[in-house]
């Protein structure tokens, strides 16, 4: 049984796929930048303003504790939203092509 063969030149110019292509790209970049604006907005804010680190939020719990673990869940957010987002989108889009080539 011989694998199918397929023309990948041919499906990079199809219109399905340079328009999945251009929406993953437009989606993945705009949250790739806002989470490496959130994630290096640590060390710039801990070195230029370190007193702010120190404001005690809750009992022991300062304001630098907290947005440490803030971005454990900005992480976690991400990820879950992509994840429903691919889903529901990307994977719909992915789907209309493969019928279309095949």
């Given at each position: 049984?011989?694998?199918?063969?397929?023309?990948?030149?041919e499906i990079a110019k199809?219109?399905?796929y340079l328009e999945l292509k251009s929406k993953k790209?437009?989606?993945?970049?705009g949250w790739w930048i806002a989470a490496s604006v959130y994630y290096f907005s640590l060390p710039i804010i801990s070195g230029y303003f370190p007193t702010i680190f120190k404001v005690k939020l809750f009992g022991a719990l300062n304001f630098g504790y907290l947005f440490i673990l803030s971005q454990f869940v900005v992480a976690i957010f991400v990820a879950c939203?992509?994840?429903?987002?691919?889903?529901?989108?990307?994977?719909?889009?992915?789907?209309?092509?493969?019928?279309?080539?095949q």
């Open positions: 049984m011989g694998a199918k063969e397929y023309n990948w030149s199809h219109p399905k790209r437009k989606f993945l970049f939203y992509y994840t429903k987002v691919a889903n529901r989108d990307f994977d719909r889009m992915t789907d209309e092509l493969v019928r279309e080539i």
